[in-house]
C-alpha cells in the first residue's frame, strides 16, 4: 500500500466523521423539526459517502479486494436519504408540527389552507 | 496507523450518536425521533465500516447495503403512518 493512497483513507475517514459529528450537534442544537432534519439529512449523509468511500479504498490498495457491495452502499445512500429527509419533513409539516417562532416565511400555509376548504367543499 | 485513525473516528461518531439519543429521548415531537432515528440508523453504516477496518476483515461489508435498506424502509414506513394513519391502504376502487 502506498503512502498516497495511506493519506487519501486517513483524510477520508476523518472528514467523515467530522462531518457525522457537525450533524450530531446540528441536530442537538437546531430549533426546530426542520432545522434538524436539514442538518441531519445532509450532513450525515455526506459523512457516511466519505466514510464508505475510505472503506472502499483501503480494502483495495491493502490488498486487490474491490467491494462492489460497498459501492452499491454507497449509491443507495446517496440516494435514498435525501428521499428519507423530503418524506419525514412532509410528515411532520402534514401532521400538525410547529414551525419556530422566530421563522417569517410559511409557503405552504396558503396552500394546505385552501386544500381544507376544497375538501370540505366536496 | 489506519487502524489508530479507524478507533479514533468511532470514538467521534459513537459521541455523535449519544447525541443523537438524546434528541430521540428529549424530542418534542414525534417527527425529531423518527428524524434521530435515521441519523442513528446511517451512523450505524459508518461504525460497521469502519470496525471492518480496525479488526482488518471484509467479512462485515454486506451488513452496510442491509442497514441501509431498513433505515429507509423504516424511516418510509414511519412517515406514511404519521401522515395518513395507515401503512399500507386498501384499495377502494375494486
Same mark, same amino acid.
Given at each position: 500500500?502506498?503512502?498516497? /493512497? !495511506?493519506?487519501?483513507?486517513?483524510? %477520508?475517514?476523518?472528514?467523515?466523521? $467530522? $462531518?457525522?459529528?457537525?450533524?450530531? %450537534?446540528?441536530?442537538?442544537?437546531?430549533?426546530?423539526?426542520?432545522?434538524?432534519?436539514? /442538518? /441531519?439529512?445532509?450532513?450525515?449523509?455526506?459523512?457516511?459517502?466519505?466514510? =464508505?468511500?475510505?472503506? =472502499? =479504498? %483501503?480494502?483495495? %490498495?491493502?490488498?486487490?479486494?474491490?467491494?462492489?457491495?460497498?459501492?452499491?452502499? #454507497?449509491?443507495?445512500?446517496?440516494?435514498?436519504?435525501? #428521499?428519507?429527509?423530503?418524506?419525514?419533513?412532509?410528515?411532520?409539516?402534514?401532521?400538525?408540527?410547529?414551525?419556530?417562532?422566530?421563522?417569517?416565511?410559511?409557503?405552504?400555509? !396558503?396552500?394546505?389552507?385552501?386544500?381544507?376548504?376544497?375538501?370540505?367543499?366536496? | @496507523?489506519?487502524?489508530?485513525?479507524? @478507533?479514533?473516528?468511532?470514538?467521534?461518531?459513537?459521541?455523535?450518536?449519544?447525541?443523537?439519543?438524546?434528541?430521540?429521548?428529549?424530542?418534542?415531537?414525534?417527527?425529531?425521533?423518527?428524524?434521530?432515528?435515521?441519523?442513528?440508523?446511517? *451512523?450505524?453504516?459508518?461504525?460497521?465500516?469502519?470496525?471492518?477496518?480496525?479488526?482488518?476483515? *471484509?467479512?462485515?461489508?454486506?451488513?452496510?447495503?442491509?442497514?441501509?435498506?431498513?433505515?429507509?424502509?423504516?424511516?418510509?414506513?414511519?412517515?406514511?403512518?404519521?401522515?395518513?394513519?395507515?401503512?399500507?391502504?386498501?384499495?377502494?376502487?375494486?
Amino acid at each position: 500500500m502506498t503512502e498516497i /493512497a !495511506n493519506v487519501f483513507i486517513i483524510v %477520508f475517514i476523518l472528514l467523515g466523521a $467530522f $462531518f457525522i459529528l457537525v450533524a450530531a %450537534f446540528g441536530v442537538i442544537r437546531l430549533p426546530d423539526v426542520y432545522t434538524r432534519n436539514h /442538518a /441531519a439529512s445532509k450532513s450525515a449523509t455526506l459523512g457516511v459517502l466519505c466514510v =464508505l468511500l475510505g472503506t =472502499l =479504498l %483501503f480494502f483495495y %490498495f491493502k490488498d486487490g479486494y474491490f467491494n462492489s457491495r460497498v459501492v452499491l452502499g #454507497i449509491i443507495f445512500i446517496f440516494l435514498t436519504s435525501p #428521499i428519507a429527509g423530503h418524506l419525514i419533513g412532509r410528515a411532520a409539516y402534514n401532521s400538525g408540527v410547529k414551525l419556530w417562532d422566530k421563522s417569517i416565511r410559511d409557503d405552504l400555509k !396558503n396552500v394546505s389552507k385552501a386544500k381544507d376548504t376544497a375538501g370540505k367543499g366536496q | @496507523m489506519i487502524q489508530t485513525i479507524a @478507533m479514533i473516528a468511532i470514538l467521534c461518531i459513537s459521541l455523535a450518536t449519544l447525541a443523537l439519543i438524546y434528541r430521540v429521548i428529549k424530542g418534542p415531537s414525534i417527527p425529531d425521533r423518527v428524524v434521530a432515528l435515521d441519523a442513528i440508523g446511517i *451512523n450505524l453504516v459508518a461504525i460497521v465500516a469502519l470496525i471492518s477496518i480496525a479488526l482488518n476483515t *471484509n467479512a462485515f461489508l454486506e451488513v452496510i447495503l442491509l442497514l441501509g435498506i431498513l433505515a429507509f424502509i423504516g424511516t418510509v414506513a414511519f412517515s406514511k403512518y404519521l401522515e395518513k394513519g395507515v401503512i399500507i391502504e386498501h384499495d377502494r376502487d375494486r
